[in-house]
């Protein structure tokens, strides 16, 4: 989920509500708070614990949330994953320190640190493009030893997301999700779990369809339904050339669909007009119905 910021970067809390009642009604299975669409690096504490407590108080139990605890220091991600199980977050998401670049096995050795102080379920996340550190099976492996109950791939390998899937598909306590929307149908069709959408923010109804379809392995309704998703990522992900361009095109989205503001935490910065006037072009060409879009 991303998270809606008001232009003096306190939380839109009214824009919380909105977008939180959306994904809900859209049916999806769980939100994840503070990973790369949530901004959560560029976020001070005080509002990361906002927006958790928030969040738990609005979603009522009604899905799942995930916490993003990670952090260069140790004491802030402990803090933060003590904060989540105090305010009724369900799980934490946990990827390698970043700044400093690391080895596996300092890797290794962190976990066996911060895992035994975690009072929550957590989700190792691998997201190399902002940690310097692509993890490897045996990493994930020993994560899971230690209590992981599944990994976030973000890396965008899919060959090495396809060995996750191998290397878990007897373990029913381990669940293997993708972190590139694109790979849904993949990765649900091929053993794994599912997939954090970026674009489920805007589009909560389509993302947990093509889901629904992977699961009952629909061929013409996943080509449908990916069709989209493909039409999603040529137009509105495909504007500038900022490498965080679809952060920006979800929450300008969310904004011109008068859900939240559309106000990010610098150095990442929304739209100019020209570029909102496109978006609003884009949105308009989808077919809308009930929930989502037409498909």
Sequence with gaps: MITPLLENLELDTVGLERLIEHLIK???????????????PSLDYRIRKQLVAETCKIVAHRVPVLVGITDTSLACSLEMANYSKQVGADMLVLAPPYYFPISQAEMVRYLEIIVPQLELPFLLYDIPSCTNLHLNLSTIKRAAQLG??????SSGDLGALYSIIEAFKDDGNFSVIAGAELFLSDVVMHGGHG?????????????????EASVRKDLGQVARLRQKILQIHATLYNLGDSSTRSIMAIKGSLSLLGICSDYMAPPLHAFEAKDRQRISDYLAGFEWVEGGIRH
């Design 195 to 211: 997939v954090v959408a970026g674009g489920a923010n805007i589009f909560p109804r389509l993302f947990v369809d093509l889901y």
């Design 148 to 153: 992981a109950i599944g990994v976030k791939d």
């Design 26 to 40: 859209g049916g999806v299975h769980g939100i994840f708070l503070l990973g790369t669409n949530g901004e959560g």
